[in-house]
């Protein structure tokens, strides 16, 4: 809608009875409103006062005249009705309350169109490039519509050109479009572009309208030929001397056109140049003569090859995969202006390549598969051959470039089936050794990485572009002496190529280990009388070191004791007879040591060797002191009473030492324990009782193989003077071994010698202890023989 401009609205109303819907009662009216206020009809003729107008939207109502004014608000048929076209299509219903009634009654209004839109284009400027050869006639379809909002006549557009001083003119087109059309020759020449205004003209009245910039481009076409200006004839003059490629003149010719269109080459004429030649003599005139020189364009003798690729080729080489069979690269002709009969192609040099001929080409194919590996380019020189004379022209000779692309054809390689290296123990972690596989292919397919068998212990990597094997800790040749590491080498080709190599690593020894005891203390039991160097006990060590660093040497610490390891090899022996009775045990130490470099390891362990008792001692009787010992016993002890004891002691020990005492010749009141020794009277004394009684009582220990034997003569005087009874000699032995029923000898019977008694031998093997008291008690028994300490 246009503010300035004023309103006008014309409004044809129709009267619509709400109670008699038949009856219609059409009225149309044209008013022409300027403004608000303006009467645009009545309800008064066919209504009665009052009205109320209930739609105050656009229309006041006067309630008593009826009258209908136009109102502040406008009445825009664009806005109210946007998709409107019919010219009578807006309405707008309303409805009124009439009478005393209050009837209500509905009315229209019919809002027309006014020509308040000019015409409208989207695009300002209009661009439209033409050729500068269009015929006239020709029509070019625009684009760039002008829109108008109104509708009818109003919105009706008429084109028409400005400014193109009659070169183009517009034309509406059936459907709505137009056209340019070119009314008179273009030529870019003279003219290159046309600044027009395309004018847009509504049809209303009165009428709007709009302009949009339109731009004509004449596009050259090669139209003219270059030309020399008329004063570019030039006479010129150089001097006699100059030096070869002295500006002689320069001419300039000119092309109106345009780009490419327009670019000159200059060159001589091939029409005839005229030498004006002179002859001198001495005082003569120069005779002339003239000389005419025909240029004629470069006659084209030199036979060509043109070549078509049939391979991949880039930048006009050949790409050729390598181990490809014969393969076909290229197809070559010859030509030639003139004896191409006598003409053919050939491959100079040796190659793998081979040029059939077919049917006038030439085919030029690989004959073996190319590899990357030897050669990685081949320069092809083909020449050309004239067979009549078997001579090359060179001239015409044509290089192809042929590279050879790498294939993935070469795992990678090393040089060595195993790698072995050696290495000492407790080294430190670092680099082992580096292994280097080889690829003959190039690029990736000859990219070399090494990784490590799946199952390689954790301690040893390797760096995948070196080949350098680490390992992270220390080695221990006694936990493991060969360690066998699969390594693999894979190029990054397509397929990936690999080999695998086997890299043993000896670990060397090193004296790292001292020997160890298969027990931290020995103890041993020896019977005390072995004889010299008897074997006493086997000494086990071991060290996990290898050869001298492992081999054991054994030997006693401390001299002082009776033992020796012969060799030094595990055996302990003695080195004397030993005597329980004299030294019961012994503790000493021995030591084990390698034979290592450059320092040899030891260690001691603790050695017991208890000594065992052998049953070589008699009873020895304490008491009685001697054999001519005499108690006097009263006749009127009684019975029971201990009367004496016999006390012996022997230095065995265990049964050895158990001790029994028996009366030999047990036949009186007096009997003996046998457990403690002591006599005791059996029963009471009687008459025949008053004498000397001689006991001869026998102290046995019961050890084995056979008990020793002691005796000793107990003498009891049974008297009731009490005096101190004495014996002068011993009573004389009864018979052995039968003391239950021998007769005691009376004193002082001297003591025979007897048939030999068994433990006589037994005594006379009975050793002496020189450094030793008679008296002395002999050693208790070792209970600990059985405890570990
Ligand atoms: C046409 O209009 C363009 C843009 O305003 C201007 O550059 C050009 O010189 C004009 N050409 C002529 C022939 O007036
Ligand atoms: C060049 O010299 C010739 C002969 O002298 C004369 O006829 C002709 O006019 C000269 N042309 C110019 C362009 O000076
Ligand atoms: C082939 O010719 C090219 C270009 O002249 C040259 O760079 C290349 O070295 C030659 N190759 C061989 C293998 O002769
Ligand atoms: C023993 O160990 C030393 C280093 O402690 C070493 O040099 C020597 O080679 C080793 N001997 C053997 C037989 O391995
Ligand atoms: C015996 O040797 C061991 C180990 O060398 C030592 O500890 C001990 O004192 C030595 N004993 C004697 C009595 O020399
Ligand atoms: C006591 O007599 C016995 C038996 O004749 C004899 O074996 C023993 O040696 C004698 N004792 C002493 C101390 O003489
Ligand atoms: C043996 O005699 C001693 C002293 O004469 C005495 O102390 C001891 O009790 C006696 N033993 C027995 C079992 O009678
Ligand atoms: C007791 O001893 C005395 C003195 O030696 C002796 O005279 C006497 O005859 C003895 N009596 C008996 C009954 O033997
Ligand atoms: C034991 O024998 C001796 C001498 O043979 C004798 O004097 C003594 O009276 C005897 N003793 C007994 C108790 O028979």
């Not at 028996?662 to 020794?677: A, H, M």
Request: glycine share 6%; hydrophobic share 35%; charged share 20%.
């Amino acid at each position: 809608m246009r503010s300035t401009s004023l309103q006008r609205v014309k409004v044809l109303l129709l009267w619509l009875d709400a109670r008699l819907c038949s009856s219609r009662l059409p009225w149309s009216g044209r008013l022409v409103l300027q403004g608000p206020g303006v009467l645009v009809g009545t309800l008064r003729p066919h209504f009665p006062a009052p009205y109320q107008l209930l739609t105050l939207d656009y229309l006041w109502l006067d309630s008593n005249t009826g009258g209908l004014y136009t109102t502040e608000r406008r009445l825009d048929r664009e806005e109210l009705c946007p998709e409107e076209t019919r010219v009578d299509g807006c309405i707008i219903p309303h409805t009124a309350i009439v009478g005393a009634d209050a009837d209500l009654v509905q009315f229209s209004l019919i809002v027309e169109d006014i020509n308040d839109n000019a015409p409208h284009f989207e695009n300002t400027e209009i661009h439209l490039s033409l050729s500068e050869d269009v015929i006239i006639g020709a029509a070019f379809l625009l684009d760039d519509l002008a829109q108008d909002r109104d509708i009818g006549s109003n919105g009706l557009i008429h084109y028409i050109i400005e400014g193109s001083d009659g070169v183009f003119d517009v034309d509406a087109e059936d459907g709505g479009g137009i056209k340019l059309v070119v009314k008179a020759a273009l030529d870019r020449e003279t003219r290159a572009e046309y600044n027009t205004s395309l004018v847009a003209k509504d049809g209303g009245s009165p009428s709007f309208t709009a302009a949009a910039a339109l731009r004509i481009t004449v596009t050259d076409v090669n139209d003219n030929c270059p030309s020399f200006s008329p004063d570019s004839r030039q006479n010129v003059t150089i001097s006699g001397d100059s030096p070869k490629n002295t500006l002689v003149a320069q001419v300039k010719a000119t092309d109106p056109d345009f780009g490419t269109n327009s670019v000159i080459t200059y060159d001589f004429s091939p029409k005839d140049m005229v030498l004006k030649v002179l002859a001198h003599g001495p005082h003569c005139s120069p005779a002339d003569t003239q000389v005419t020189v025909s240029v004629l364009p470069r006659a084209k003798q030199e036979p060509t090859i043109k070549m078509g690729f049939i391979a991949r080729h880039e930048n006009q080489a050949l790409m050729i995969p390598e181990n490809e069979p014969s393969t076909l690269l290229a197809v070559l002709e010859l030509e030639a202006e003139q004896g191409l009969e006598e003409l053919s192609l050939d491959i100079e040099g040796e190659g793998p390549f081979a040029l059939s001929r077919q049917r006038g080409t030439y085919l030029l194919s690989t004959s073996t598969p190319l590899d990357y590996e030897q050669k990685t380019e081949h320069n092809i020189t083909v020449c050309v051959l004239r067979s009549d004379r078997g001579s090359v022209i060179t001239a015409s000779a044509r290089v192809i470039r042929v590279v050879v692309t790498d294939v993935n054809d070469n795992a990678p390689i090393f040089p060595v089936s195993v790698y072995e290296t050696e290495v000492e123990e407790n080294n430190p972690p670092g680099r082992l050794l580096q292994v280097t596989a080889s690829d003959a292919d190039s690029q990736d397919n000859g990219r070399v990485t090494y990784r490590l068998g799946q199952h390689t212990d954790r301690m040893f990597n390797i760096d995948p572009y070196t080949g350098q094997l680490f390992v992270s800790v220390s080695l221990d040749r006694e936990q493991q002496t060969l360690h066998i590491i699969r390594v693999t080498a894979q190029d990054n080709g397509v397929p990936l190529l690999e080999t695998t190599v086997t890299v043993r690593i000896r670990v060397l020894d090193k004296n790292d280990n001292a020997p160890v005891f298969v027990m931290p203390h020995f103890i041993f039991f020896v019977p005390e009388n072995t004889p010299v160097l008897a074997p006493v006990g086997a000494l086990g060590a071991t060290d996990a070191d290898e050869g001298e660093n492992g081999t054991i040497v054994l030997y006693v610490a401390n001299s002082s004791g009776p033992f020796v390891i012969p060799n030094s090899k595990n055996t302990l022996h003695t080195t004397a007879s030993l005597d329980r009775e004299q030294q019961d045990h012994f503790e000493f130490w021995v030591i084990a040591s390698d034979q290592g470099a450059p320092k040899r390891l030891s260690s001691s362990v603790r050695i017991t060797v208890y000594i065992e008792d052998i049953n070589d001692n008699k009873p020895k009787v304490m008491l009685p002191v001697s054999n001519l010992t005499c108690l006097t016993v009263a006749p009127d002890t009684s019975a029971g009473t201990t009367i004496a004891r016999v006390y012996a002691v022997d230095r065995d020990t265990g049964l050895n030492s158990e001790l029994t005492y028996t009366i030999l010749n047990q036949s009186g009141p007096f009997k003996v324990d046998s457990k403690t020794g002591n006599i005791t009277l059996a029963q009471r004394l009687q008459r025949p009782d008053l004498r000397m009684h001689n006991l001869f009582v026998v102290v046995s220990d019961r050890g084995k193989p056979a008990p020793l034997h002691t005796a000793v003569w107990v003498n009891l005087f049974v008297n009731d003077s009490l005096e101190t009874c004495h014996l002068d000699c011993e009573p004389q032995e009864p018979p052995w071994p039968s003391p239950t029923t021998s007769e005691s000898v009376g004193c002082p019977a001297s003591p025979a010698a007897n048939s030999p008694n068994p433990f006589d031998v037994m005594q006379s093997r009975k050793k002496t202890f020189v450094n030793r008291n008679e008296n002395e008690v002999p050693l208790k028994l070792q209970d600990k023989y059985y405890s570990d300490e």
